[in-house]
């Protein structure tokens, strides 16, 4: 008994994680089979799996998840390149600074998910327009954060290097570069949700495959269990990539300390 | 990044100013986005590939504003959307910070709702737009609910963080000098998590702003988002930058508005953000 309960104690926060995980899905699960019975309303966690299973046995599901990932990778890619060209262009030249950003911060603002239907009249149904949007999304968090990386390096840090004689091409990759790291890693983090939000959204509009258009079509048809299932799916993406990027970022910065 | 000292600016007219470069940064980009059109609207490809179906450009824009304006469409609109962003908005400022308060506080609650607020946080929850739509039908409150879900996880983080990340030697202070724990809640607790949480309300505004026209466009009688959709299916794309616009300048005001909150609510604090540009967030959760 003490055994158990010291095990207990040693990983309490692992053990109340899945302990709280299996209670909710009971409770979710009663409260369909005795509360409310209608499939349309609510849609228990066995009836999810179910139908999850149900869609991988006739293919259906992988098309979908294929698509969204293509639209969702290339988007990224090419935003997180762009995104961390310009920030480091602003962050180098004032003239750029100054010319850019109040580009930047309008774009920022702007709910580009707005000029999806005009994207996808542009672009048509397919890749195209997603990776467009996703692009858009993803580019500017990436931009932000290499930009204020980079400009709020440690002072000291700076001085110390050029006090032992190190020349500008040194504090930069030396002290300006590392110091911008956590921050870039960060962007890239916020990135993927925003990406993910324009995938989805723009596959809500008009597409052929992808697992916004998976959940619409499942919705719009009243099978509440398979939009569930895509919801599902993406949950488990989002939480998977966000996980891994906060791995690689504790790697790649282990001196920083983390915020949420 | 360099400290080298400054050299005083030769000319130091406002006409050379970063603000007045941003101006005129803005405005060039208008005028070459006119002309772009103007020289598309010569070329044949303008008809072959029915350009002005999706691209609009400043004027015509402009134009689409006050039509929309003078056809009262766009107050209208607006005000439905603003109805859904406050609704949702202020449940989620309500909800994050109580939950995200006692989640701080208290271990054992955290150790249970941890892992259901970090999956939801991960995942897009404007996905559930459509299923939410099945649920509870067309109107403000099924809206309002998208808003809230898109909104409530920022701020509950940031609460969380905030108050996780009080300063221990100012309740130790407090302590020492025989403060009640209700004064360390309201003296210390409070003033120093508040330029976190009002960091997490920031950064919900961009995300709620999303969620109202994601949750307009599928299903509503009304809102930018819906009207948006309107016009798109009718090939009409001055409306839709319209509303752009509008909840452009709408994020940038919300923007400052916080800002003047947080110097008001904690101006110790403000120093830091002055050293960012004016309107540059940065996404530090």
């Known amino acids: 008994m003490s055994a158990i309960t010291s095990i207990y104690r040693a990983h309490e926060k692992k053990f109340d994680a899945v302990i709280s995980v299996i209670l ?44 969204t990932f293509v639209e969702f990778i290339l988007g990224y890619l090419v935003g997180v390149v762009i995104g961390i060209g310009l920030g480091v262009a602003m962050a180098l030249s004032r003239r750029t600074r100054e010319i850019l950003s109040p580009w930047v911060m309008i774009w920022y603002n702007a709910p580009i998910i707005l000029l999806a239907p005009l994207f996808i009249t542009a672009f048509g149904l397919g890749l195209a327009s997603k990776v467009v949007i ?78 916004g258009f998976f959940i619409t079509a499942a919705s719009e048809a009243f099978r509440t269990a398979e939009a569930l299932v895509g919801v599902v799916l993406l949950a488990i993406g989002g939480y998977v990539t966000f996980e891994v990027l906060k791995y690689a970022e504790r790697k790649i910065a282990p001196w920083y300390e983390h915020r949420v | 990044m360099k400290t080298a000292p400054k050299k005083p600016p030769r000319i130091p007219s406002g006409l050379r100013s970063s603000r007045a470069i941003g101006a005129y940064s803005v405005i060039a980009g208008l005028v070459v986005w006119q002309l772009a059109y103007q020289g598309l609207a010569w ?70 709702l941890d892992p259901w607020v970090s999956c939801l946080y991960a995942t897009p929850l404007v996905a559930l737009a459509p299923v939410i739509m099945v ?30 990340s009080v300063r221990q030697n100012l309740v130790e202070v407090i302590r020492a000098f025989g403060g009640s724990s209700t004064q360390v809640f309201f003296k210390v607790m409070i003033p120093d998590a508040t330029p976190a ?74 120093y830091q953000l002055r050293r960012t540009a004016p309107g540059m967030e940065m996404d530090r959760s």
């Open chain 1, 24 to 67: 909710g899905l009971m409770i979710w699960q009663l409260v369909d089979s005795f509360f409310i019975r209608n499939p349309l309303v609510l849609v228990g966690p066995s009836r999810v799996i179910q139908s999850f299973l149900n869609l991988v046995s006739r293919g259906v599901l992988a098309r979908h998840v294929y698509a």
């Open chain 1, 134 to 211: 996703v692009f858009i999304a993803a580019v500017f968090p990436v931009l932000f954060n290499t930009y204020t990386g980079l400009t709020t390096v440690d002072g000291r840090l700076v001085e110390a290097v050029r006090a032992f004689g190190g020349n500008s091409k040194q504090i930069f990759f030396k002290v300006t570069v590392p110091g911008a790291l956590p921050l870039m890693m960060t962007g890239l983090r916020l990135s993927v949700g925003r990406a993910l939000v324009g995938a989805i959204v723009s596959e809500f509009f008009g597409a052929r495959a992808g697992i």
């Open chain 2, 43 to 112: 070329t044949h490809y303008f008809k072959d590939y029915a350009i002005y179906h999706f691209l609009s450009s400043p004027l015509q824009v402009m134009q689409s504003f006050g039509e929309l304006y003078q056809s009262g469409e766009l107050l209208r609109n607006s005000y439905f959307s603003l109805l859904e962003f406050v609704y949702g908005f202020l449940l989620a400022i309500v909800v994050g910070v109580l939950i995200g308060f006692i989640m701080a506080t208290n271990k054992k609650i955290n150790y249970f």
């Open chain 2, 135 to 164: 649920w509870f039908g067309l109107g403000i409150f099924p809206n309002s609910l998208v808003v809230f879900l898109g909104a409530v996880f920022p701020i509950l983080l940031n609460t969380y963080t905030g108050i996780k």
């Open chain 2, 197 to 270: 949480i009002i960091t997490g309300i920031r950064l919900a505004v961009g995300r709620a702003v999303i969620s109202v026209v994601v949750a307009e466009l599928f299903g509503a009688e009304a809102g930018l988002g819906f009207m948006v959709y309107f016009y798109s299916q009718r090939f009409l794309p001055g409306p839709v930058f319209v509303a752009l616009v509008v909840l452009v300048v709408f994020g940038i005001l919300s923007f400052l508005a916080l800002e003047k909150v947080q110097g008001w609510l904690s101006p110790w604090y403000t």
